[in-house]
């Protein structure tokens, strides 16, 4: 096999849990080349992976069939000579583009209704049934139902590439000083409250870390969507810098890399600071991190494991919120101390 296209998943952690996949095909194919389909908002994190030669970003939405701009993408593609295509979402549109393209292989899980689009099918087990997801991806790099020995025990970690230029660029358009230490706060998480820290926890945080390293400068970084909750967070603790909103997702990716450590929900720049490889102290609620967990050695991950958690839900089915409510500012501190300081 020489090249190889990747449909990316949709969302930025997932994207990073592929990344063993991509170097296991590496390894198992020292020649091969591998493109990638991304969605805009993910592509940024593909663009800086090593294993990775060209990403083509697409405006296609999430959910939307979109089938003329898929048929038009798939003819852009169909002479650029792809041996295999491995499909990463389940859903039926996902696989559309490598079948109207004629590549040869298209390797995937079964999933929505995409037996004739797939021509390698791996069985999709439930997630209760899955393990990490890292290992699930990296599966499809061998025959299905092969037997792989402890294969999530022999991967290698997410890694992003850092750019120290990028990060001084960015840095220096708003106005921080890169002399002195950077603490990120990333309180945001797409899927839903039940995975959110509460911010008055954040703001609490802030303050120790105040108290303790005076010097140290707090950005909240995210999208959007994420603004009004570090802007809860910079009104009980006006020392952190609201930047949900105002970078891109690349920039975002050049301020974590520098950052002397970072606090994150279970979300996509969680994952993008483990594959940075900042120390890093990761907030679990009703997701799992033995299914999701931060791939890096420099993470800790801070979970209550209580008799409800973890449940999967966007939010709380129970009102309370204890998972993440009982998770205190001190207890989080005492990682982030650490890290501070220097200490593993």
């Known amino acids: 096999m020489r090249r190889a296209l990747v449909i990316a998943p949709n969302w930025i952690g997932d994207a990073l849990m592929a990344q063993p996949l991509f170097t296991r ?8 080349v591998i493109d990638a389909i991304a969605p805009s908002w993910v592509a940024p994190v593909l663009e800086r992976m090593p294993e990775i030669r060209d990403v083509h970003a697409t405006d296609l939405g999430h959910g939307k069939l ?8 798939a003819g852009d593609l169909r002479d650029a000579g792809y041996d295999a295509a491995y499909v990463l979402p389940n859903s039926f549109k ?4 490598p079948w109207l393209a004629g590549i040869g292989l298209r390797i995937g899980y079964t999933g929505e209704h995409r037996y004739g689009l797939l021509n390698v099918r791996h069985a999709n087990p439930r997630r209760d049934e899955r393990g990490p997801m890292a290992a699930h991806y990296a599966a499809l790099a061998y025959a299905p139902g092969a037997n792989v020995p402890d294969l999530a025990g022999n991967l290698p970690m997410p890694r992003l590439e850092a750019d120290l230029n990028e990060a001084s660029r960015v840095s220096s358009r708003f106005n ?3 002399r002195v230490p950077l ?5 945001g998480a797409e899927y839903g409250g039940a995975k959110r820290w509460p911010t008055e926890h954040f703001a609490a945080l802030a303050q120790m870390i105040g108290q303790s390293f005076p ?10 969507k994420d603004a009004p909750i570090a802007r809860a967070i910079a009104e009980r603790a006006p020392q952190v810098r609201n930047l949900c909103g105002q970078t891109s997702l690349g920039e975002a990716c050049a301020l974590i890399s520098r950052a002397g450590a970072v606090v994150c929900n279970d979300s996509g720049l969680m994952h993008v600071a483990a594959a ?11 997701s799992d991190p033995r299914h999701t967990p931060p791939l890096s050695e420099l993470a800790k991950v801070q979970w209550l494991h209580l008799e409800c958690s ?5 939010e709380c089915p129970l009102g309370h919120l204890r998972c993440l409510r009982e998770l205190s500012p001190e207890q989080v501190f005492g990682d982030l101390r650490g890290m501070l300081l220097g200490e593993r």
């Open 183 to 187: 603490v990120a706060f990333c309180p």
């Open 310 to 314: 973890p449940c999967f839900a966007r």
């Open 176 to 178: 921080l000083d890169t």
């Open 94 to 97: 996902s696989a559309l583009i």
């Open 276 to 286: 940075l490889k900042r120390p890093l102290v990761a907030l679990f609620g009703s």
């Open 66 to 73: 979109q089938l003329f701009k898929r048929w038009q993408l």
């Open 215 to 224: 010097y140290t400068q707090i950005v909240a970084l995210g999208s959007m």
């Open 25 to 32: 095909l590496m390894q198992l194919h020292p020649r091969l």
